[in-house]
């Protein structure tokens, strides 16, 4: 006998289509340049046509102008910007909106993260809708390696399984933002709040981000998953930045969650009204 596949798990070959990185900015300026340098030479290897589009929400320092300066050196590499600081929630819009190519990849415009673990997620993106990053490479604290340690004896014993290993450990906050993620939207991933993802653009035509703050990296999954997106995880080297801007007001992650869960929406994204401009510089050729 034999069986039909399913279509709806279907997915037409992406892994050698043309690439979009959207690199988000925000005061960035001494990490910029080496930054999208290292994209530039990752993407070169990949043989397509590419292109990096770095998002500046509003910074105040010179991140802006180190991105036109290199704009003629890379032809490929345009600018959009946010006045003022619009979050991160309204960047990655921005940046997706202007995104051309049937891949794209999302990061931040800094040393969290390295080009060449792209690789990784396009082995895995043929079968799915997206790949979400999960961060590794950060020891463990003593006292969370002694419970870990516990834990996967009295699994063994009492359950007759092993709980998965512990890749990294990101503090209390990450931790209760991934339970959030988990229990209240079903997403249910290693690391929810990875900002390293590899998508097919067309994923966003239903799905227009409404969080302005980080909340936007949970929203995006929470809709993929509620629209029946197939989503694959890889892990991803990661070093901590000190240029990172973090969520320092902590109810307003929290609110928009709220509001998420409570009204989110669907359909096609918009741009916010707070872009003031798109350098666009890139033509459709190989990089």
Same mark, same amino acid.
């Given at each position: 006998? $034999? !069986? ?12 050698? =289509?043309?690439? #979009? ?7 960035? =300026?001494?990490?910029?340049? &080496?930054?999208? =340098? ?8 990949? &043989? ?9 929400? /509003? #910074?105040?320092? @010179? ?6 300066? *290199? ?8 600018? #959009?910007? *946010?006045?003022?600081? /619009? +979050?991160? /929630? ?43 990053? !999960? ?24 359950? /007759? ?5 512990? @890749?990294?450990?990101? +503090? ?13 939207? +079903? ?31 949970? &929203? ?7 629209? &029946? ?13 000190? #240029? ?8 307003? !992650?929290?609110? $928009? ?9 669907? +359909? ?20």
């Amino acid at each position: 006998m $034999e !069986y039909s596949k399913d279509s709806r798990f279907e997915r037409a070959p992406i892994r050698q =289509a043309p690439i #979009s990185v959207v690199l988000t900015a925000y005061q960035n =300026a001494l990490e910029v340049h &080496e930054v999208v =340098a290292a994209w530039q030479t990752h993407l070169e290897s990949l &043989e397509r046509t590419c292109e990096i589009i770095v998002v500046d929400d /509003g #910074s105040s320092d @010179d991140t802006r102008a180190q991105v036109e300066a *290199l704009c003629p050196r890379f032809p490929n590499l345009r600018l #959009s910007y *946010l006045e003022p600081h /619009g +979050g991160i /929630g309204n960047a990655l819009q921005i940046g997706i909106s202007a995104a051309q190519h049937p891949l794209l990849v999302t990061a931040p415009c800094d040393k969290q993260f390295f080009p060449p673990d792209l690789t990784r997620a396009l082995d895995a993106i043929d079968q799915v809708d997206l790949v979400a990053g !999960y961060r590794v490479g950060k020891p463990l604290p003593l006292w969370l390696r002694v419970w870990d340690g516990i834990r996967s004896v009295l699994g063994r014993i009492l359950l /007759g399984a092993t709980p998965d290993k512990r @890749d990294c450990w990101l +503090g209390w906050r990450h931790w209760r933002r991934r339970c959030a993620a988990r229990w209240i939207f +079903g997403v249910r991933v290693h690391d929810p709040e990875c900002p390293f993802r590899l998508y097919r653009r067309e994923v966003f035509r239903r799905i227009p981000i409404q969080c302005q703050s980080s909340a936007a990296h949970i &929203e995006i999954l929470a809709k993929a998953n509620h629209l &029946e997106c197939i989503m694959a995880e890889v892990p991803v080297s990661w070093e901590p930045s000190k #240029s990172v801007a973090l969520d320092t007001v902590e109810s307003r !992650y929290w609110k $928009e969650l709220r509001r998420l869960f409570r009204r989110p929406e669907f +359909g096609p994204a918009q741009t916010p009204p707070q872009v003031q401009d798109i350098h666009a510089t890139s033509q459709e050729t190989p990089i």
